[in-house]
């Protein structure tokens, strides 16, 4: 069956730090991956996505997601988190074999002290 | 101004009572979803449109229908077979050859009273 776990609820991070909030999935094909983000009592937008290609993506805001197959991972990083960056982030997942279905991870909060 | 609108913001909606909720684009995408969101679990699928007069149901439909009149038009109808319908509810659409990519609208909070 396919699936998406972020392992965790929540993340706290302290402003300037390097963040990453973890993905991991499981598909029968080749994966299209995902990060949505989403602030409060708002809809998501799109941060990045991975389809092919280079491992390392970079998406809005200075985000980038790192494909890892072997892991079946897609860790969302920033090198210096920003207040603002505090959010709830999902991960999403499409098997290329399916149409228009977007299987989707539970979020994470993330929260950047000052 | 382009983008999705959602409206109302808020519903309440007594027990054994059908509401609608709006969703418009001014996109042009052809696709157009429906997705419940709860505490703690991802968005789920309620049902998608990839053209007018055309939809199809996702894993939750039950309790739930839609129609698809006009390209930028997605209305959701929360009836009273649906037994838990408190949740936030998200609107999205697509354009038909990046259905991956899906510009979201701000939601609507549907409480049952």
């Known amino acids: 069956a396919q699936s998406v776990a972020q392992p965790e609820d929540q993340v706290n991070v302290a402003e300037g730090n390097p963040l990453t909030v973890k993905c991991t999935y499981s598909v029968s094909g080749n994966p299209y991956l995902f990060w949505y983000v989403q602030y409060p009592n708002r809809g998501l937008q799109f941060l990045l996505k991975?389809?092919?290609?280079d491992n390392l993506v970079k998406g809005s805001y200075g985000f980038e997601a790192e494909f890892n197959k072997s892991q079946t991972s897609f860790h969302l990083k920033k090198p210096s988190a920003l207040v603002s960056d505090s959010a709830l982030y999902f991960c999403a997942v499409r098997d290329i074999g399916s149409n228009y279905q977007l299987i989707w991870g539970a979020g994470t909060k993330l929260i950047i002290k000052p | 101004d382009g983008g999705i609108t959602q409206s109302p913001k808020y519903l309440f909606r007594k027990e054994g009572q059908n509401v609608t909720l709006s969703c418009e684009q001014n996109l042009n995408h052809d696709a157009m979803y429906w997705y419940r969101q709860d505490p703690g679990q991802g968005l789920r699928l309620i049902y998608y449109s990839q053209i007018v007069n055309d939809f199809q149901k996702g894993d939750i439909a039950e309790g739930y229908s839609v129609s698809r009149e006009k390209k930028e038009s997605f209305p959701l109808t929360v009836t009273s077979a649906q037994k838990n319908p408190t949740a936030f509810y998200l609107c999205?659409?697509?354009?038909?050859?990046?259905?991956?990519?899906?510009?979201f609208g701000p939601g609507t909070r549907l409480t049952v009273l």
């Open positions: 999205a659409s697509s354009t038909y050859s990046s259905t991956d990519t899906q510009y």
């Open positions: 991975y389809i092919t290609g």
